[in-house]
Nanobody, 119 residues
């Protein structure tokens, strides 16, 4: 069973930055960051193929968020810049065994970390 542990959430003012981290207990094909804001549907904001790279981003975060990984292929980061109040959400790390141009097919989930952006 793959276990994911996230860290790095918190509160920041609009325009600020935060960095999320997620460490997996096993190497998988891909990892991704999803979020669910209050009253909103879950959205995959960024994903990455751990073996070949090629990150994907949702239109809502493209140019502001960057997903990266470390050499162990078990830790991914989400660098979030120019944060907006609408970025406020619970952010979930996910891992899976299938990756496509649409992102990572999530099979395992972290517990979530809260990001709050105030105006």
């Amino acid at each position: 069973q793959v276990q994911l542990v996230e860290s790095g959430g918190g509160s920041v003012q609009s325009g600020g930055s935060l960095r999320l981290s997620c460490t997996s207990s096993h190497v998988t094909v891909c990892m991704a960051w999803f979020r669910r804001g209050l009253g909103k549907e879950r959205e995959e904001v960024a994903g990455i193929d751990l073996h070949y790279g090629g990150p994907t981003y949702s239109d809502s975060v493209k140019g502001r968020f960057t997903i990266s990984q470390d050499d162990s292929k078990t830790t991914v980061y989400l660098e979030m810049n120019s944060l907006k109040p609408e970025d406020s959400a619970t952010y979930y790390c996910a891992a899976g065994s299938q990756y496509s141009m649409y992102g990572c097919r999530a099979e395992y989930w972290g517990q979530g970390t809260q990001v709050t952006v105030s105006s």
